[in-house]
């Protein structure tokens, strides 16, 4: 399974963008996908994760309320769009998939085991 994301940019505090994660191989309907961040001189941490049916989600506090993840297995596309940015959203975005059962969700970035390169998500103040 090959991952790439799109989607990051600059944009100012309180504004949107939509990430996109295209995966092509193996059908992506099969995988439970999420997005993690890291942060210069941070660790890679979990943003969103969306089950393999689509049909369950999870997210990190610090999104919730902000970040809806969502997929479009037919476009074999997951998404996370991201409103009301803040400056600490800062960070290269990535995506992850693990071939799990369909209502998995997983939290953890080990057990993921393909990745994207990652996408830029800068805010300014």
């Known amino acids: 399974v090959q991952l790439v994301e799109s989607g990051g940019g600059l944009v100012q505090a309180g504004g949107s963008l939509r990430l996109s994660c295209a995966a092509s191989?193996?059908?992506?309907?099969?995988?439970?996908m999420g997005w993690f961040r890291q942060a210069p001189g941070k660790e890679r941490e979990f943003v969103a994760a969306?089950?393999?049916?689509?049909?369950?989600?999870s997210y990190a506090d610090s999104v919730k309320g902000r970040f809806t993840i969502s997929r479009d297995n037919a476009k074999n596309t997951v998404y996370l769009q991201m409103n009301s940015l803040k400056p600490e959203d800062t960070a290269v975005y990535y995506c992850?998939?693990?071939?799990?059962?369909?209502?998995?969700?997983?939290?953890?970035?080990?057990?993921?085991?393909?990745w994207g390169q990652g996408t830029q998500v800068t805010v300014s103040s």
């Open positions: 969306i089950s393999a049916s689509g049909t369950g989600t």
């Open positions: 191989g193996r059908t992506s309907s099969s995988y439970a």
């Open positions: 992850g998939a693990a071939f799990a059962s369909s209502r998995w969700l997983l939290l953890n970035g080990y057990e993921y085991d393909y």
